[in-house]
């Protein structure tokens, strides 16, 4: 079994930081691309950030310029740091992999981390 399991949510004021960090465990040949995702109440799921297995981010417009995705894939790890959060980051954030095992490649999903942008 593959599992994602993120944490580092929480409820911070306007301005503030919060780094959400997600672990893949389980039967992993390989991750492809890693991503964060959010879905607000009543609103559809969106990406947050993406980044490929060699690295390469890529980042949705809402959160260019403040918010930084990285990987370890010696931990199959990514982590998503936001820096200036607003009122309108507030959301469910879900972690998603693209992961390989057994010759066929499968997209997961972490349970999501509530985070909470509020003075």
């Known amino acids: 079994q593959v599992q994602l399991v993120e944490s580092g949510g929480g409820l911070v004021q306007p301005g503030g930081s919060l780094r959400l960090s997600c672990a893949a465990s389980?039967?992993?040949?390989?991750?492809?691309?890693m991503g964060w995702y959010r879905q607000a109440p009543g609103k559809q799921r969106e990406l947050v950030a993406a980044?490929?297995?060699?690295?390469?981010?890529d980042y949705a417009d809402s959160g260019k310029g403040r918010f930084t995705i990285s990987r370890d894939n010696a931990k199959n790890t990514v982590v998503l740091q936001m820096n200036s959060l607003k009122p309108e980051d507030t959301a469910v954030y879900y972690c998603?992999?693209?992961?390989?095992?057994?010759?066929?490649?499968?997209?997961?999903w972490g349970q999501g981390t509530q985070v909470t942008v509020s003075s």
């Open positions: 998603n992999a693209e992961i390989s095992n057994w010759g066929r490649t499968d997209n997961y």
């Open positions: 389980g039967r992993i040949f390989s991750i492809g691309a």
């Open positions: 980044i490929t297995s060699r690295g390469i981010p």
